[in-house]
């Protein structure tokens, strides 16, 4: 397997990205390659001691990088040399069996569509990481590629989620919530009165384990196994988590920090809390999957360290290992069937 | 003063309400009227072993009770004797100067705008919790009474959100924030952009602090003191916060259950825990206002017990002191100027 990762997108590129990939190559046994400037990606390896690539680690030079101030939508016509659209075009072209970038979100949605394309019949590609939850982990499609949905994406968005849940992590029968305001059917706006009907039927045939509304308050608790929203209330909730798991955390680390004896009790809980920081942590989680685009796509989060990157390799190759595309490509054609008959 | 409680709204009415009521007369020194079924009230205070109603406390009689099944929209024709009724129209006859319930949030929000009646010229009474920060709490408009809202709604939220946050919280000029899924102008769907603009010029009017658009990420972190949101994705912001408070608070008294010495570091940590527990607890802050409605409405949470209560008459009491109305009829009118000049 050959996981081609954008070099020198994210806040810590190419450092951080380099030892990420270096340390992906020895633990998971696949070969990576590294898209961006050959001169910055060497000095990279020297800051990590190293004077020459690892075994498992080659380079594929690109000359331009994308900035996050570059628009999204012309990124393709403006920047064709940058790490991300060569790594992109490696990926279209079978030089590559997935793609990982830490560089702009929009960008790498509108580039990926364009370049590798989505799968027939998907009308829009999603954002869908996973938030941690009591039980383990909850998928959220979508998260904020698509401010904006009609009831027919967030139907397609909830088969490729269910998917994903069912061909990548696993799941038998992944439960398949709806995010409203209260868990009644006639609950939220047109958006998610006219999505809640479409569910239903789609559950009438079968395509997904649909198990109605679900509440913001019930997402953290593990009520469901794929949330359902539109991108802009899905950002909320994702960005909700990660704010308030921050207050939290260090709300806690001031309990510690009150006297000789709570910092006893810090040294006795240690591992515990390191544990939980890491549980609500999205660097532990990996990256986020581009559902809909014909090819695996991993968009790794803008701050990521090496720690991120390797988790977002072993997230990519979970995903060519599922092999989701050809189902999903059928079970379109069966939603677009549902959709017509309305 | 005279604040009017609904007695028999709530999972624990009527007498954890009736308990709550007892406690703030005696502790604010203000007149509270309970109002509900005569005969419930007395066996409640039986229970509480009290053969008598105490001093500063009064029954306001009313045989019919709302249900959490009632519609919302009719409960003012098919409930006129219940509790809430009747308490919402001694408020609006001057029998009171705020009304409580920990009833239905969608039939109070109905019967208070019918009885009591909107502040003129503003378009919907919005609800605004007050949301547990890092620095200390923040105010959300709307939080779900207003699942669909147009860029109006929007403007009129953030200027009773702000004129609450002087009046009644006495901040000098509380920084409004737009919820938002990224900081910058152009961001979010038509609603957002649309009123990102109406917000920039109330501001340049002087008629709030406007700060830009907040990311739900940075709302728990204290970055604003109001947040402006449609009612669906403020629904969504307050749930979440709801659920990952929960989360983490399992997570952390997990923590403490491993062994005897995380046990004892447990007894060490005992105060700073139940302060955090108590910080993310809505029970602590009280209750929600209805604002918009042209006299103190509070909707207390539906699982209040008498603590809960107790709080939501203080924050009655507060509201009354701010006396926000009048201030808010003058402000409705120059929004409505602004609107026009579009």
């Known amino acids: 397997m050959r996981i081609l990762i954008d070099a020198m997108g994210g806040d810590h590129a190419p450092e951080a990205i380099v030892k990420g990939a270096i340390d992906a190559a020895a633990e998971f046994g696949v070969q990576i390659v590294l898209v961006g400037r050959g001169e910055a990606i060497l000095k990279s390896l020297t800051a990590l001691g190293l004077d020459t690539l690892p075994k498992g680690v080659e380079v594929a030079n690109a000359d331009d990088v994308v900035t996050m101030e570059d628009d999204p939508a012309t990124v393709l016509r403006a920047r064709p040399d940058s790490s991300m659209v060569v790594g992109l075009r490696l990926l279209a072209e079978g030089g590559g069996d997935a793609f990982i970038s830490a560089g702009s979100t929009g960008a790498l949605l509108s580039a990926a569509t364009l370049v590798v394309k989505r799968v027939k019949g998907i009308r829009r590609a999603a954002m869908c990481p996973e938030i941690p939850t009591k039980t383990g982990s909850t998928l959220l499609i979508d998260c904020g590629a698509n401010a904006e949905c009609t009831p027919e994406f967030l139907v397609q968005f909830a088969l ?23 868990s009644e059917p006639g609950k939220g706006t047109p958006l998610q009165k006219e999505t809640y009907a479409l569910l239903t039927k789609a559950a009438e045939l079968g395509l997904l384990h649909f198990t109605g509304n679900v509440e913001a308050r019930d997402v953290p608790l593990g009520a469901v196994d794929v949330v359902v929203a539109d991108g802009f209330s899905g950002n909320v909730l994702l960005k909700t ?28 809980c240690r591992k515990g809390v390191l544990a939980m920081k890491n549980k609500m942590d999205y660097r532990e989680v990996g990256g986020t999957m581009l559902l809909g685009i014909s090819k695996p796509v991993v968009k790794a989060h803008g701050s990521s360290d090496a720690r991120a990157i390797r988790s977002a390799v072993r997230q990519a190759i979970e995903a060519v290992n599922g092999g989701m595309t050809e189902e999903l490509h059928s079970q379109a054609a069966a939603v677009s069937d549902l959709l017509k008959r309305q």
Chains 1, 2 share one sequence.
Do not use: C, D, H
């Open 241 to 268: 988590i990660e704010g308030t798991a921050s207050l939290m955390t260090s709300m806690v680390k001031e309990i510690f920090l009150q006297n000789a004896l709570t910092k006893l009790a810090a040294l006795i």
């Open 160 to 182: 490729m989620g269910s998917l994903y849940a069912r061909k990548v992590q696993g799941k038998a029968a992944p439960k398949v919530g709806l995010l409203n305001i209260g």
